[in-house]
Every structure is written in structure tokens, then in C-alpha cells.
């Protein structure tokens, strides 16, 4: 039984580092201007209630998008990703509602890119159907989006971006997290991936870096922003991203942008990470 919900962490500081690191990527994909794939293998609901009942429950918006809202000057690689969200929020006293993945990868897609999501909740799946059942461009299915993934590839466009964002409330999905990117790096090599993970024990973090070294997938970037100091048992104090074939600029554009990040949503305590873990390969 998924007892996981979104709707409590929307727009917190994982959020934020996630969907901006994704519209970066969409952004990249789009520049090419050949059709591709974004493919989300849990979707979540899509668009989240900042002022419902669960998000207010923790204000964890509040240390994520919240402290990003209204400041004045923003870095030019944060202003697509802000521009999604006041389009979400176009009375900007106030944030009202923070949008999803697949709802940021809607508005970035050109009528020939095609969406698949994947979502087992039954709220949350139903609540997809209704913001995208209607788009003959969009596929929602209720199945294990990691074995659903394996089913699309290599997809007929032979471009693709997926995101894989688990809640890993089952220890089970750090390992089978990393299987899935090996088998899917077989069937399709060229593809762009994002994998996210919590920093909650830096123990596990190395062991999924080291456990992705070992799969032999070149070209593998690492993201990270942690707004407090690493502590074991303290719950999630930042979170990460293995980017498998990024965008060449991505490296570049995150090393200017988390400082500023850094400076509004982090304590004195806190750090980021950007590195190659696994070297490009050359041609
Ligand atoms: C962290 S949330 C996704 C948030 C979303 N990607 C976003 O950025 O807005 C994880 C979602 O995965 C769903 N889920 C859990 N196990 C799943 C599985 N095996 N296959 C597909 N979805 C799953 C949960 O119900 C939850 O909605």
C-alpha cells in the first residue's frame, strides 16, 4: 500500500532543485527542434494546492519556491523555471499553487514531442487523467513506472528524457533505482536521464554513486543541494540528482545558479555538489 503523498512536500527545496535541473534539461531538448520523448516514471498528481490542507500541514514550500517568490534580480538559467510558476500564479502576492513534473513538462513540449507517465496511487492517477486525458500527445498508465520504462525503450523518436523521482518508501527502490538505469542504458544508450535521490544517510548516497560507477554508464553528472548539514537520522536534509548524458551546459549553468540558491534557502551549515562521476565519453 503507497501511503507516500506529494502534496505535502510540493515546492520544497527537493522540488525545487529537481524541476529546475528538469526544465533545464526540457529546455535543451527543445533547442534541437527534432521531436522527442519526456517520459516520468512517477508522475505524482501533476499540480499541488499550496494553500490545501496538506501543504500547510508542513510549510515546506516555505524554505523551497516561497523563498524564491518576488526577489528582485534572478540568474537568467532560473527564469524559465520561475516564469512556469507565475504562470500557475498570475496574482503574484501570494503562491497559491506549485505545479508538477509532468505539468512543467507540458507547458516545455511542442505539439510533435509526445508525454508517458506513469503513477500507481489511484488519487493521484485519477487526478492525471483529468489534466491530461484529453491530449492525444499524452499516454497515463497505472503501472511500476521502472518496468513500465523498460517497455518504451529505445522510443521511436530516439530522443528521450526521463525522469525518475521514487519517494523510496521501500529500501528496495535505491537499488532497483540503478538496476533499472542499466538495463534501460542497454536498450537505449543515448537518451537523457535524471535520477533523484534524498540526502538522508550519506551513507547510501555513496553507495548508489558508487553502485551507478559500477554499471559502466559514461557521462554521468551529479547534482546536489543540501540547505542543511549532512545528519543521519535527522530526516532529509538536502537532495540530489545523477544526470546520465546531461546537456553540455547543465554542469556550467548549475555551479552558477546554486550559490544563489545557496544564499535564500540554505542555513550556514549547508552545501552543494557538482561533479562528473562517471567521465564523458569521447568520440
Ligand atoms: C516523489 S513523488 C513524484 C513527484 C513528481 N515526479 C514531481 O516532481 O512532481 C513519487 C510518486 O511516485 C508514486 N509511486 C510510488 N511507487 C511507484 C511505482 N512503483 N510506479 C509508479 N509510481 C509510483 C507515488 O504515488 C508518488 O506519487
Known sequence: MLSYRHAFHAGNHADVIKHLVLVLTLDYYQSKN???????THAGSGLYKLTGSEAQKTREF?????????????PASVQTYLNLIRQLNPQQDQLHRYPGSPWLAAQMLHPTDAMRLFELHPMDFRALETLFGDNKHTQIRKQDGLQGLLGLLPPITRRA??????????????????????????????????????????????????????????DILQIEFCPSADSDGMGMTGSGLFAINPPWLLAKQMREVLPWLMERMADASGHFTVQQITPEKRA
Open 62 to 74: 516555505a524554505q523551497g519556491i516561497q523563498a524564491l517568490w518576488q526577489v528582485g534580480q534572478i
Open 34 to 40: 527534432k521531436p522527442f520523448w519526456y517520459i516520468d
Open 161 to 218: 528524457v526521463t525522469l525518475i523521482d521514487p519517494s523510496y518508501e521501500l529500501k528496495s527502490d535505491y537499488t532497483e533505482v540503478i538496476s533499472t538505469l542499466a538495463k534501460a542504458h542497454k536498450r537505449f544508450a543515448t537518451g537523457t536521464y535524471l535520477l533523484w535521490y534524498p540526502v538522508i544517510s550519506r551513507q547510501r548516497v555513496r553507495q548508489m554513486t558508487n553502485e551507478l560507477q559500477k554499471t559502466g554508464i559514461p
